[in-house]
């Protein structure tokens, strides 16, 4: 076994083959700072803070506001506030509370004035729903009673009134005896069976029919109606625009049937 005998400078300085590649630098010169920054020595620790911070500031940068592909959109809640704001400014306008004002006018003269009626059925054909198809319906102004019914009702006047059996339900017919008139009943389908051959119309009371007796349920089935009952008097057709106006006041002669007795009011 042989061995050697080094010498201190030959410690102190390393061998040319053991001396490191000029491209790879030790983990140490990772540490050292740049040309540009302040010759301060950092030390491992300081490094990987200062990356950590970095990389969280980055993660959590917000898109720029420039960006198409990241927009940032205001939460639901701004958007449901904006509606409330608007809503609220809306009906405390002037143009609102005006429109507000007027809703109970509206209502008086629908209930007590004028309204619109649709006309249904074939009870009253021809005068109305000459067609029998339910897209062409008449619609109707009616005209509400708001005096003394029995002095403002003439024969062949079109009213509307509620079902005598079935309250709520309001049907429309012509006025073919008034109070004090002797009728006689028409025989039709729908007629009472073994009914008087002659009706006196009582007090307070008219006796209504439908133009078309044959598809018509009226006084000739339930008898007269009271007064009280009827609702308003047809006054104009409103649609379709072609048949534009007043309704005919008698369809169909029935005099023949009435014996015109009724009571004169002073």
Not at 187 to 192: E, L, S
Not at 193 to 213: A, K, N, S
């Amino acid at each position: 076994m042989k061995t050697s005998h080094l010498s201190w400078s030959c410690l102190r300085q390393p061998h040319a083959s053991l001396r490191p590649h000029p491209l790879h630098r030790p983990p140490s010169a990772l540490l050292r700072p740049g040309p540009s920054e302040p010759n301060v020595h950092r030390s491992a620790p300081d490094f990987l803070a200062s990356s950590r911070s970095a990389w969280t500031s980055l993660l959590h940068r917000r898109p720029s506001s420039s960006s198409s592909h990241h927009q940032v959109h205001p939460p639901s809640s701004a958007k449901a506030s904006d509606h409330q704001r608007r809503f609220k400014s809306f009906f405390l306008s002037p143009k609102a509370v005006n429109l507000l004002l007027w809703i109970p006018v509206f209502i008086v003269i629908h209930e007590h004035g004028v309204g619109l009626v649709r006309i249904t059925g074939k009870s009253m054909q021809p005068t109305f729903n000459p067609d029998s198809s339910c897209l062409k319906r008449d619609v109707v102004l009616v005209s509400k009673f708001l005096g003394d019914k029995s002095s403002s009702l003439r024969r062949g006047d079109i009213i509307t009134f509620w079902h005598p059996e079935f309250p709520g339900t309001l049907l429309t017919k012509r006025i073919l005896g008034l109070e004090g008139d002797i009728i006689k009943p028409a025989k039709t389908p729908n007629n009472i069976p073994e009914g008087p051959p002659l009706v006196r119309v009582p007090m307070g009371h008219c006796w209504v029919e439908g133009d078309d007796p044959f598809h018509s349920k009226d006084s000739n089935s339930f008898g007269p109606i009271p007064l009280g009952l009827a609702n308003a008097k047809v006054a104009w057709i409103v649609w379709p625009i072609s048949r534009f106006g007043a309704p005919n006041s008698q369809s169909h002669d029935q005099s023949h049937r009435v014996r015109r007795m009724a009571v004169t009011r002073h």
